[in-house]
T-cell receptor
């Protein structure tokens, strides 16, 4: 039978380059956003979060940007490493949590 | 962060048998847990919301008699795939919410022969 679920877009980058992963969210009232990383065969792991009263937040090698005008979220990974290869999901939270489609990041050595 | 333990990580079973997957919150109490299904190279699909002490809430299209959820304590939710068939083969993931964040189990790969 046909498998269900959104098909994941892919992003391939060279080791050492910066990666930008984008996400469009749906609820303009969402006030909290999270990026998750999911490695093959594992559950998603929390990476970084941002509240709607901010437009940028930085972590270690990762930066999340929030553009509420166009309901867009991005995750920037600096100096991408092979260990960053995974699927990345954004999540928006208001009364419940909704996941974006996810992006598969592949890092080429 | 909070730890969610999911067991087993991998299970192979014969068609027609039932399989139970456990999801435990190790260092916190979870009144609500969530169960997801994920097909290869696809996104997470919410199956149901498990509520401690009450019936689970299932998403549209998910058979409640097929996927039995029990949340008998504040630290344990179980998903039982009843009379499993090959089309039930998938990656199942649980999660629990702590304040606003979701913490996920490590997932269970179910293969039905």
């Amino acid at each position: 039978g046909e498998s269900v679920g959104l098909h994941l877009p892919t992003l391939s980058v060279q080791e050492g380059d910066n990666s930008i992963i984008n996400c469009a969210y749906s609820n303009s009232a969402s006030d909290y956003f999270i990026w998750y990383k999911q490695e093959s065969g594992k559950g998603p792991q929390f990476i970084i979060d941002i509240r709607s009263n901010m437009d940028k937040r930085q972590g270690q090698r990762v930066t999340v940007l929030l553009n509420k005008t166009v309901k867009h979220l991005s995750l920037q990974i600096a100096a991408t490493q092979p260990g960053d290869s995974a699927v990345y999901f954004c999540a928006e939270i208001k009364d419940d949590m909704r996941f974006g489609a996810g992006t598969r990041l592949t890092v080429k050595p | 962060g909070a730890v969610v333990s999911q067991h087993p990580s991998r299970v192979i079973c014969k068609s027609g048998t039932s399989v139970k997957i456990e999801c435990r919150s190790l260092d916190f109490q979870a009144t609500t847990m969530f169960w997801y299904r994920q097909f290869p190279k696809k996104s997470l699909m919410l199956m149901a919301t498990s509520n401690e002490g009450s019936k689970a809430t299932y998403e549209q299209g998910v058979e409640k008699d097929k996927f039995l959820i029990n949340h008998a304590s504040l630290t344990l939710s179980t998903l039982t795939v009843t009379s499993a068939h090959p089309e039930d083969s998938s990656f199942y993931i649980c999660s629990a919410r702590v304040q606003e964040k979701l913490f996920f189990g490590s997932g269970t790969q179910l293969s039905v022969l």
